[in-house]
């Protein structure tokens, strides 16, 4: 009787154990399956952040690659266009030199000599010129001053009496660059008035400008 009592209790302790050890197996399954599931999600999250990235920094380098080409075809472009401007200015120049060379010159010469007397207003004026225009200048001075003390007298009632000479020292002259024409210095250099053709050239160019662009570039307008 005794024995049986005995082995009921085992049998109960053994079931007892037996439940015990189901039940933490089927929660280790599960809080197993719980934590892997976590983890894989994680993971899928880290590979489409990383893809998300990696799309991104794409996107950008390929932003990057097309506005440094963008930015090198404007090059290129301006490049063209200012090169293009420069050709025709120098174009421009080659038929000033022409002009200089014409039967009509000396008589361009005096008026551009009165002009700058006429802007720079000094009572003692030196002239400076091309080395082949000395003659021309030389010719034309006399009357160019004649004319400018006329111009001043009937505006202001004044009869002026300038001291205008013609620059000697030979190595002083201006260079051929200028195509031509004058330029009045006053108060030892202080004061200068450039009325040479391509200084003259470079005003109209710069004038025109707006003008030339829209003719040549109808585009960017």
Request: aromatic letters at 4%; glycine letters at 4%.
């Amino acid at each position: 009787m005794a024995s049986d009592q005995i082995r009921q209790m085992v049998n109960f302790i053994l079931q007892e154990a037996h439940e015990k050890a189901n039940e933490i197996r089927v929660k280790t399954e599960h809080d197993f399956n719980l934590e892997k599931q976590t983890l894989v999600h994680e993971a899928k999250l880290n590979i489409q952040d990383e893809f998300t990235k990696k799309e991104k920094d794409r996107e950008v380098q390929e932003r990057i690659s097309r506005s440094a080409e963008i930015g090198e075809c404007r090059v290129k472009k301006m490049t063209l266009r200012d090169e293009l401007l420069q050709t025709l200015l120098s174009e421009a120049g080659a038929k000033c030199a022409v002009v200089a060379k014409g039967q009509n010159y000396p008589q361009l010469v005096q008026k551009l000599i009165v002009q700058g007397l006429i802007k720079i207003e000094e009572n003692e004026v030196v002239v400076y010129c091309r080395g082949e225009d000395v003659e021309t200048v030389e010719e034309v001075l006399p009357d160019a001053v004649q004319e400018y003390v006329d111009i001043m007298e009937k505006e202001s009632t004044v009869t002026l009496e300038p001291k205008v000479t013609l620059n000697s020292n030979r190595e002083h002259d201006l260079a051929d660059s200028t195509y031509g024409g004058v330029m009045l210095t006053a108060v030892a250099g202080k004061i200068v008035c450039d009325n040479t053709l391509a200084s003259r050239l470079t005003l109209v160019y710069e004038e025109l400008l707006p003008s030339i662009r829209a003719i040549l570039f109808p585009d960017e307008q």
